[in-house]
């Protein structure tokens, strides 16, 4: 099975370019984010002819992360337990968190062949005095603590999460001469913990054993694509039982050329059929 993450930042925009490169690429599962439309505006069609299912969990112009699956997708969760809000109330309906703000949507579950998948758009954090970045923090670590119980009680599950995780974990991660120690977020030593407790919560970066190199964002301004100044902060990160099925990764730098690219590329990954899944237990509703 091939999975894939890309933020496409836009799907309205870029839906020509997505579905051409899934299809080009044979992939069977792509977790997307920021697609930035509600459901009912998505251009589901050329997914559908293209052979492939949607999932979509979008509220607005901003945020939003989708599935598109050529496989069936169970189990479907729209963000995660306790998930952490940010905002003013709004003065519509909308769904709250435990303190009473809007909950976003930046996360979505589905499983597809017996393997656990989440996507995700983690915040930006916007600067390290900002709400955000408190709200940032509170957002991976409660994730942390959600797949850290999840895979306690279920120590064989193939779980992964896959997405922007706006954090460059390692100084080689960053190539963006903007983005100083001290003083910018995505590098700061309070994200970097919280992207390390995933390991300590059973996840591994499947992807770096075997692509150490390379980014996978861009940002549209100064030359920083042509220059090579970017970042890697699209991730997968697996469970062992995922990472012992990975056979090969790869990273598509090549998506960020050409007319109307995402600044983002995708990350893709090739796993094992296990043959097993009629045992799998069925633990998300």
Same mark, same amino acid.
């Given at each position: 099975?091939?999975?894939?993450?890309?933020?496409?930042?836009?799907?309205?925009?870029?839906?020509?370019?997505?579905?051409?490169?899934? &299809?080009?690429?044979?992939?069977?599962?792509?977790?997307?984010?920021?697609?930035?439309?509600?459901?009912?505006?998505?251009?589901?069609?050329?997914?559908?002819?293209?052979?492939?299912?949607?999932?979509?969990?979008?509220?607005?112009?901003?945020?939003?992360?989708?599935?598109?699956?050529?496989?069936?997708?169970?189990?479907?969760?729209?963000?995660?337990?306790?998930?952490?809000?940010?905002?003013?109330?709004?003065?519509?309906?909308?769904?709250?968190?435990?303190?009473?703000?809007?909950?976003?949507?930046?996360?979505?579950?589905?499983?597809?062949?017996?393997?656990?998948?989440?996507?995700?758009?983690?915040?930006?954090?916007?600067?390290?005095?900002?709400?955000?970045?408190?709200?940032?923090?509170?957002?991976?670590?409660?994730?942390?603590?959600?797949?850290?119980?999840?895979?306690?009680?279920?120590?064989?599950?193939?779980?992964?999460?896959?997405?922007?995780?706006?954090?460059?974990?390692?100084?080689?991660?960053?190539?963006?001469?903007?983005?100083?120690?001290?003083?910018?977020?995505?590098?700061?030593?309070?994200?970097?913990?919280?992207?390390?407790?995933?390991?300590?919560?059973?996840?591994?970066? &499947?992807?770096?054993?075997?692509?150490?190199?390379?980014?996978?964002?861009?940002?549209?301004?100064?030359?920083?694509?042509?220059?090579?100044?970017?970042?890697?902060?699209?991730?997968?990160?697996?469970?062992?039982?995922?990472?012992?099925?990975?056979?090969?990764?790869?990273?598509?730098?090549?998506?960020?050329?050409?007319?109307?690219?995402?600044?983002?590329?995708?990350?893709?990954?090739?796993?094992?059929?296990?043959?097993?899944?009629?045992?799998?237990?069925?633990?998300?509703?």
């Amino acid at each position: 099975m091939r999975i894939a993450t890309w933020n496409v930042n836009s799907i309205r925009t870029r839906v020509g370019r997505v579905v051409d490169w899934l &299809v080009r690429e044979d992939i069977d599962v792509l977790g997307m984010q920021e697609i930035k439309c509600r459901p009912d505006q998505f251009p589901v069609e050329p997914f559908e002819e293209a052979g492939y299912d949607l999932q979509i969990h979008g509220l607005n112009q901003w945020n939003g992360v989708a599935f598109a699956s050529r496989l069936p997708m169970t189990d479907v969760e729209r963000g995660f337990a306790q998930i952490p809000g940010f905002g003013k109330p709004p003065k519509v309906e909308h769904e709250l968190d435990v303190d009473g703000v809007p909950i976003e949507a930046r996360a979505l579950a589905v499983t597809v062949d017996g393997v656990r998948l989440f996507s995700l758009y983690v915040p930006n954090g916007r600067g390290l005095d900002d709400p955000h970045y408190t709200y940032k923090l509170a957002w991976l670590d409660t994730l942390r603590a959600q797949v850290e119980s999840t895979l306690t009680e279920h120590r064989d599950l193939p779980l992964a999460l896959v997405g922007d995780f706006n954090v460059a974990p390692l100084d080689a991660d960053m190539g963006d001469p903007t983005f100083i120690h001290g003083v910018s977020t995505h590098i700061s030593e309070p994200e970097r913990a919280a992207f390390r407790a995933f390991e300590s919560a059973g996840l591994t970066d &499947v992807v770096r054993p075997l692509v150490p190199e390379g980014f996978t964002f861009w940002d549209y301004k100064q030359l920083r694509f042509p220059r090579n100044e970017g970042m890697r902060i699209d991730f997968i990160l697996g469970s062992h039982a995922f990472a012992d099925r990975v056979t090969d990764a790869s990273i598509h730098r090549n998506e960020r050329k050409g007319d109307s690219p995402s600044d983002h590329v995708p990350v893709v990954v090739d796993i094992d059929s296990d043959g097993d899944d009629d045992d799998m237990p069925m633990i998300f509703g």
